[in-house]
């Protein structure tokens, strides 16, 4: 089992540019979600998919969007690409919701320039 | 939303017994407490689950006095490798998505 996996692992952007960023577990999991962690700060969710064909905005959904293509892959996608998103990216996936466990991926490194 | 507070960084030893107190003062009748561990570069991983008293796995033991009101992480003998930062969560299980990471707690182990 790879788990979650998360591609690409390092990406730089310029201002404007658009890009997805695309994550896949293999655990069966019905529930994912994509989170953003700066420096030196905790993570915090964008958006989440409870399950298959559902997606909800979390903490800071401002400027992305997501897409939930089946049970395995959750999307995140920046069409207008800030340096405010400059972040490192962690996509996770779990059984349920709620504060059951969750499996995070190997994130992903953005620059903005 | 239960919020949570945690010291903000913590030093130890090798080989010493750490425990980090997670406050959560308006937890929920069904809330849990979950903590996870972050190493540099890395995604968080989970660490261990309660609702009271105490738990205990291979890795960590969670502590939950009745009240419920805050919790202790105490992470035993602990290593140079267990320098992370530590969450705790505090939420329903299985359903919603309301609970926080926050910034965590920087532990420090010093040879």
């Known amino acids: 089992n790879a788990g979650v996996t998360q591609t690409p692992k390092f990406q730089v952007l310029k201002t404007g540019q658009s890009m997805t960023l695309q994550c896949a577990q293999d655990?069966?999991?019905?529930?994912m979600y994509w989170y953003r962690q700066d420096p030196g700060m905790g993570l915090r969710l964008i958006y989440y998919?409870?399950?298959?064909?559902?997606?909800d905005k979390g903490e800071v959904p401002n400027g992305y969007n997501v897409s939930r293509l089946n049970k395995r892959e959750f999307s995140l996608r920046l069409e207008s690409a800030a340096p405010s998103q400059t972040s490192v990216y962690f996509c996770?996936?779990?059984?349920?919701?709620?504060?059951?466990?969750?499996?995070f991926g190997p994130g992903t490194r953005l620059t903005v320039l | 939303l239960a919020k949570t507070t945690q010291p903000i960084s913590m030093d130890s030893y090798e080989g010493q017994e750490v425990n980090i107190t997670c406050s959560h003062n308006?937890?929920?009748?069904?809330?849990?407490i979950t903590w996870y561990q972050q190493f540099p570069s890395q995604g968080p991983r989970f660490i261990i689950q309660?609702?009271?008293t105490k738990v205990t796995n291979e890795v960590a033991s969670l502590f939950i006095p009745a009240d419920r009101k805050s919790s202790t992480l105490s992470l035993p003998r602990v290593s140079l490798s267990d320098t992370a930062v530590y969450y705790c969560?505090?939420?329903?299980?299985?359903?919603?998505?309301?609970?926080?990471f926050g910034k965590g707690t920087r532990l420090l182990v010093k040879p």
């Open positions: 998919s409870a399950s298959e064909g559902t997606t």
């Open positions: 308006n937890i929920a009748t069904n809330d849990y």
């Open positions: 655990m069966n999991h019905n529930s």
């Open positions: 996770a996936s779990s059984k349920a919701g709620g504060v059951g466990e969750q499996f």
């Open positions: 309660g609702y009271k």
């Open positions: 969560l505090v939420g329903p299980e299985g359903q919603g998505f309301s609970f926080i």
